[in-house]
């Protein structure tokens, strides 16, 4: 069962001039959707930048399109260096990942799928699909943003959904400790302080203003956050109850920092996926008639519907094609309430 990690897309007006009209009297911005359907039909831009800096062209296709739902794949391009006896050898190779894009009128949500072809990192397919958007979109003097859905959680909603529910990895565990003075008073069992203090008395020996603890895994040994483990739960109720830092770093979901907000993932059958694409209507289709893709997306959009959208990150200027997304952008957007 694959993971998908869930978006939103904005449309914003640039800050470039005038919004240009469509010949039919409607402004492109009016347009949007509509026109990103049309980009849709076709190969997107796509590319990635290599340490060189040289752009690489990333193959990408359709696979399905249906009433504003297009299933399309993303490609990436790896290099795998070996030795064929005495000759050095480098063989270039594209996996793929799936792409979601709910397109239909007033929606515009994302779901892009968690893997290897891209390393676990859902976000390198987003910033790869919103530079394409903005591209193309920016004949229309629009720009695009594709910002992640979250949550409020708490720090063990978003270790346990992580490890149980989606099978990540933790490869790191990152807590922080600051003077006293930073954070008064400590509420901790004694147990609990004393360790601290052992940790402590090591930063004033070396007249540190504050010590960090790393714990990291190994490829035979997988880091166990469990709650129900005395000693763990009380260093993370210590941390999250005195302001002190604590950070889980996952092989795929990345960094959690307990009191951000957790991201939107949801899990999906390759069945569901390839009945869609394949067009097997007896097996696709849910009891409403609906394809089973369809009815996937439609709770999700109730699942997420309070969730908030990421803060924009500021891009850096690409050629001919410039963009920051930046709160400035609250300009106007389309489908941004759903």
Same mark, same amino acid.
């Given at each position: 069962?694959?993971?998908?990690?869930?978006?939103?897309?904005l449309?914003?007006?640039?800050?470039?001039?005038?919004?240009?009209s469509?010949m039919?009297?409607?402004s492109?911005?009016?347009?949007?959707?509509? $026109? $990103?359907?049309?980009? $849709?039909?076709?190969?997107l831009?796509?590319?990635?930048?290599k340490?060189?800096?040289?752009?690489?062209?990333?193959?990408?296709?359709?696979?399905?399109?249906?009433?504003?739902?297009?299933?399309?794949? *993303?490609?990436?391009?790896?290099?795998?260096?070996?030795?064929?006896k005495?000759?050095?050898?480098?063989?270039?190779?594209?996996?793929?990942?799936?792409?979601?894009?709910d397109?239909?009128?007033?929606?515009?949500? $994302?779901?892009?799928?968690?893997?290897? #072809?891209?390393?676990?990192?859902t @976000?390198?397919?987003?910033?790869?699909l919103?530079?394409?958007?903005?591209?193309l979109?920016?004949?229309?003097?629009?720009? *695009?943003e594709?910002?992640?859905?979250?949550?409020?959680?708490?720090?063990?909603?978003a270790?346990?959904e992580?490890?149980?529910?989606?099978?990540?990895?933790?490869?790191?565990?990152?807590?922080? +400790?600051?003077?006293?003075?930073e954070?008064?008073p400590?509420?901790?069992?004694?147990?609990?302080? @004393?360790?601290?203090?052992l940790?402590?008395?090591?930063n004033?020996?070396?007249?540190a203003?504050?010590?960090?603890?790393?714990a990291?895994?190994?490829?035979?040994?997988?880091?166990?956050?469990?709650?129900?483990?005395?000693?763990i739960?009380?260093? *993370?109720?210590?941390?999250?109850q005195?302001?002190?830092?604590?950070?889980?770093?996952?092989?795929?979901y990345?960094?959690?920092?307990f009191?951000? @907000?957790?991201?939107?993932? #949801?899990q999906?059958?390759?069945?569901?996926?390839?009945? +869609?694409?394949?067009?097997?209507?007896?097996?696709?289709?849910?009891?409403?008639?609906?394809?089973?893709?369809?009815?996937?997306?439609?709770e999700?959009?109730k *699942?997420t519907?309070n969730?908030?959208?990421?803060?924009?990150?500021?891009k850096?200027r690409?050629?001919?094609?410039?963009y920051q997304?930046?709160?400035?952008?609250?300009?106007?957007?389309v489908?941004?309430?759903?």
């Amino acid at each position: 069962m694959a993971v998908y990690q869930i978006y939103k897309v904005l449309f914003n007006r640039s800050r470039q001039g005038n919004l240009l009209s469509t010949m039919d009297g409607r402004s492109a911005y009016d347009k949007a959707q509509e $026109l $990103l359907e049309e980009m $849709l039909g076709g190969v997107l831009p796509l590319t990635k930048e290599k340490r060189d800096k040289t752009l690489v062209p990333l193959e990408n296709y359709v696979e399905k399109k249906r009433d504003g739902v297009t299933v399309m794949v *993303v490609c990436n391009e790896k290099n795998h260096k070996y030795r064929e006896k005495l000759e050095e050898h480098e063989l270039v190779y594209h996996p793929g990942c799936r792409v979601i894009l709910d397109n239909r009128p007033g929606i515009a949500q $994302l779901a892009i799928e968690r893997s290897q #072809s891209f390393d676990g990192k859902t @976000d390198k397919v987003r910033d790869i699909l919103q530079e394409a958007f903005c591209k193309l979109f920016d004949q229309y003097q629009l720009t *695009v943003e594709i910002r992640a859905k979250k949550r409020e959680g708490t720090f063990w909603e978003a270790v346990d959904e992580q490890c149980l529910t989606y099978n990540d990895r933790i490869q790191h565990v990152v807590y922080e +400790f600051p003077d006293d003075d930073e954070v008064g008073p400590i509420d901790a069992s004694r147990q609990t302080m @004393d360790k601290l203090t052992l940790l402590k008395s090591l930063n004033a020996a070396m007249n540190a203003a504050r010590g960090v603890y790393h714990a990291y895994s190994s490829k035979e040994k997988t880091i166990q956050l469990d709650k129900t483990q005395e000693d763990i739960a009380n260093m *993370v109720a210590m941390c999250c109850q005195n302001g002190y830092n604590i950070s889980v770093h996952f092989q795929h979901y990345g960094v959690y920092r307990f009191g951000t @907000d957790i991201k939107a993932l #949801s899990q999906l059958k390759d069945e569901v996926v390839k009945e +869609f694409v394949d067009g097997q209507t007896a097996i696709g289709k849910t009891v409403e008639g609906e394809w089973a893709l369809v009815h996937w997306l439609d709770e999700i959009r109730k *699942v997420t519907e309070n969730y908030k959208d990421e803060e924009p990150v500021a891009k850096k200027r690409k050629g001919s094609h410039q963009y920051q997304m930046e709160e400035e952008s609250n300009m106007g957007r389309v489908a941004e309430s759903e």
